[in-house]
């Protein structure tokens, strides 16, 4: 059974395409590793699945249905969300408000999923009145991650959730990753860290020039030596 699939996509922010003709697909329950190197398309791949850019070719379906070229507040209602690298989250405003704000389009009472999201985090739920902007950057990722599950989201894409972040706090965002994928949801993430993203991934896609070049399971893309060499620095 195919939760997400991708056929034949090209986009890109101008004329000249970025991904050219790429095929990806999510099973339900799947931790999905997108990889490569710098400006392969990567984040452009995601960005298209949740909208924010229109494919000039291809297809995308979510549980059979096509969504390709849906506005990304469509998407979020179909049971996508996303995280971005950057800009992820409101520093001026609390944990707490952060947290309601990602609820925007819940008309029920959502109170119970914040306490299961302080569960998740307990960090988080220990300063839920602190001001995100005072956080350090591991905890405003949780913040970050917390708002987009707050949609009870079946698929969960994340751009470079380690990006930036000292070893320790990296290896504590991946740990939350896999709880986050233990209650069922799918996770999509494109990660600089390719070795701890496949060694968590039940499968990889290794994306060059906007194209694909290798997929397979994650810890064999982890074991081949061809991969290591050309993607994964030796």
């Given at each position: 059974?195919?939760?997400?699939?991708?056929v034949?996509?090209?986009?890109?922010?101008?004329?000249?395409?970025?991904?050219?003709?790429?095929?990806l697909?999510?099973?339900?329950?799947?931790i999905?590793?997108?990889?490569?190197?710098?400006?392969?398309?990567k984040s452009?791949?995601?960005?298209?699945?949740?909208?924010?850019l229109?494919?000039?070719?291809?297809?995308?379906?979510?549980?059979?249905?096509?969504?390709?070229g849906?506005?990304?507040?469509?998407?979020v209602?179909?049971?996508?969300?996303?995280?971005?690298?950057?800009?992820?989250v409101?520093?001026?405003?609390?944990?707490?408000?952060?947290?309601?704000?990602?609820a925007?389009?819940?008309?029920?009472?959502y109170?119970h999923?914040?306490?299961?999201?302080y569960?998740?985090?307990?960090?988080l739920?220990?300063?839920r009145?602190?001001?995100?902007?005072?956080l350090?950057?591991?905890?405003?990722?949780m913040?970050?991650?917390g708002?987009?599950?707050?949609?009870?989201?079946?698929?969960l894409?994340?751009?470079?959730?380690s990006a930036?972040?000292?070893?320790?706090?990296?290896?504590?965002?991946?740990e939350k990753?896999?709880?986050?994928?233990?209650?069922g949801?799918s996770?999509v993430i494109?990660?600089q860290?390719?070795?701890?993203?496949?060694?968590?991934?039940?499968?990889?896609?290794?994306?060059a020039?906007?194209?694909?070049?290798?997929d397979d399971?994650?810890?064999?893309?982890?074991?081949?030596?061809?991969?290591?060499?050309l993607?994964l620095?030796?």
């Amino acid at each position: 059974m195919k939760h997400l699939e991708i056929v034949g996509l090209t986009a890109g922010y101008t004329e000249v395409p970025i991904l050219k003709q790429v095929n990806l697909t999510v099973k339900p329950g799947e931790i999905v590793a997108i990889l490569g190197p710098n400006g392969a398309g990567k984040s452009t791949l995601i960005k298209t699945v949740f909208g924010l850019l229109t494919p000039s070719q291809g297809r995308i379906s979510f549980k059979g249905e096509d969504i390709t070229g849906l506005r990304p507040e469509k998407i979020v209602r179909k049971g996508i969300s996303y995280v971005p690298q950057v800009d992820n989250v409101f520093p001026s405003m609390s944990i707490q408000e952060n947290l309601e704000m990602g609820a925007f389009i819940r008309t029920d009472d959502y109170r119970h999923k914040i306490e299961e999201i302080y569960e998740l985090f307990p960090v988080l739920g220990e300063r839920r009145k602190h001001k995100v902007g005072q956080l350090s950057g591991g905890q405003r990722q949780m913040v970050a991650m917390g708002r987009a599950l707050m949609l009870d989201p079946e698929i969960l894409m994340l751009d470079e959730p380690s990006a930036g972040l000292a070893p320790l706090l990296v290896a504590s965002i991946f740990e939350k990753i896999r709880d986050i994928n233990a209650k069922g949801i799918s996770i999509v993430i494109v990660e600089q860290n390719a070795r701890e993203a496949l060694k968590m991934a039940h499968y990889g896609y290794i994306l060059a020039m906007g194209k694909n070049m290798l997929d397979d399971k994650g810890q064999t893309l982890l074991e081949s030596e061809e991969v290591g060499r050309l993607y994964l620095g030796g």
